[in-house]
């Protein structure tokens, strides 16, 4: 079931109080919700990106996820990799893939693409 519409803006301002960034992975209106609470991180897919923000240009969409408020977009293309922009320089990207495609089933990519951002960004 969906999370209740206050429950992402929480948790990004909850964990802000605290210092705290936070990462969020979730689809629908709550990506623009948490963008809107000043995310430290979202982390669409491209499917969930058109979904959220009514756009077929996957850049379009993810500015409008940086002028709604997040600060980083870590969008995730599937094969064609993982494209990184930032509110600091939104019309710039980093883009990461693979050297190759590899089989199998990709479910929990997304997740293990969470884990390893949030420790490449939290390390010191």
Do not use: M
């Amino acid at each position: 079931p969906p999370a209740p519409p206050g429950f992402y803006p929480g948790l990004v301002r909850a964990a802000a109080g605290y210092g705290i960034p936070c990462i969020i992975d979730t689809s629908g209106p709550d990506l623009i919700r948490a963008a809107e609470a000043g995310v430290f991180a979202l982390k669409p897919n491209h499917h969930e990106l058109r979904e959220a923000t009514g756009e077929d240009d996957p850049h379009q969409g993810v500015l409008r996820l940086l002028r709604a408020g997040a600060e980083t977009v870590f969008l995730s293309c599937g094969e064609a990799g993982l494209l990184a922009f930032s509110a600091a320089d939104p019309e710039s990207y980093l883009h990461a893939r693979l050297g190759r495609s590899l089989p199998g089933n990709p479910t929990g990519a997304g997740d293990a693409a969470v884990a390893a951002l949030s420790i490449a960004t939290t390390a010191t």
